[in-house]
């Protein structure tokens, strides 16, 4: 990934949907429980829909309830950064991803233990890559976190 060159707005507005570009670029937020991934039980990777960089693994996905993908941790600790974000009148976490620095979400402190983190990331933000695809797709070196 550090050979990653983030396409130019133009070329994302024409390779993302609405929903991806408005989330990703315009740090948006897609309707909970009407989303791709909030109920996806497969294993697999979650990846970054700009970048196809590796940010969550399924074995890492929980059920919080909220109507997101939930995910206790990144794939790896390099994946997002954390910004401070006081939009709306709160004070929360924003995760980025670390190459394409696209939106992905918050990251709060009431997941379960032993972590305490929960991930709440739009499924308009990442792309699913099954287990069974991801040797194929050029993510083989990942599937240890998966299984």
Known sequence: MATFKKPSAEELKQR??????YVTQEDGTEP??????WNEKRRGIYVD???????????????????????????DEQAVTEHQDLKFGMVRTEIRSAHAD?????????????LGTR????????EFIPLEEMEARGYGDWIKYVT
Not at 49 to 75: H, Q, R
């Open 102 to 114: 696209s939106h992905l979400g918050h990251v709060f402190d009431d997941g379960p233990l032993p």
């Open 32 to 37: 909970p429980f009407q989303n791709a991934y």
């Open 119 to 126: 991930h709440c990331v739009n499924s308009a933000a990442v």
């Open 49 to 75: 829909v700009v970048s196809g960089e590796p940010l969550y693994s399924s074995a890492d996905k929980f059920d919080s309830s909220c109507g997101w993908p939930s995910f206790t941790k990144t794939i």
């Open 16 to 21: 993302l949907t609405d929903m991806q570009y």
